[in-house]
C-alpha cells in the first residue's frame, strides 16, 4: 500500500488549498479503509486533523480546524482529500494523510490507529 499525499504550498492567510491522497496498491481500495489527516509542525508533536470513516458519513475533525476544513474521498479514484478554507498561520506544518483497515476500533483520532502514511505534504501560511 502506498499514499501520496499531494497539493502543499506557501499561502497567504485567509487562502484556500486542497491536499490530495491518492492510495495504490495491488489490492488496495480506500472504499475498505478510514482515511485520516494529521499534521506536523516544526517543534511539535503530530496532531490529529480530520478523518473520513467510510461509514454512515462518520467524520471528524480536530476542533482547530471545524468549520475550516472538509474532508471528502472518491472511491472510484482512490483518493481523499482535505479542502482547506480561511488558512491561518498555525496551519503551517507537513500534512501526512493514513490509512487503517480497523473499521471498528472509533479511535481514529489517535495516530496509533493507523497502518499507512504518506509522505507527507508541506503548507505553509505567511504573509
Known amino acids: 500500500v502506498q499514499l501520496q499525499a499531494s497539493g502543499g504550498e506557501l499561502v497567504q492567510p485567509g487562502a484556500s488549498l486542497r491536499l490530495s491522497c491518492v492510495g495504490s496498491g495491488r489490492t488496495f481500495s480506500i472504499s475498505n479503509y478510514v482515511m485520516g489527516w494529521f499534521r506536523q509542525a516544526p517543534g511539535k508533536e503530530r496532531e490529529f486533523v480530520a478523518f473520513?470513516?467510510?461509514?454512515?458519513?462518520?467524520?471528524t475533525y480536530a476542533d482547530s480546524v471545524k468549520g475550516r476544513f472538509t474532508i471528502s474521498r472518491d472511491n472510484v479514484k482512490n483518493t481523499v482529500y482535505l479542502q482547506m478554507n480561511g488558512l491561518k498561520p498555525e496551519d503551517t506544518a507537513l500534512y501526512y494523510c493514513a490509512a487503517t483497515s480497523n473499521k471498528r476500533s472509533g479511535n481514529w483520532r489517535n495516530s496509533d490507529e493507523y497502518d499507512h502514511w504518506g509522505q507527507g505534504t508541506q503548507v505553509t501560511v505567511s504573509s
Open positions: 473520513d470513516s467510510g461509514v454512515n458519513y462518520w467524520i
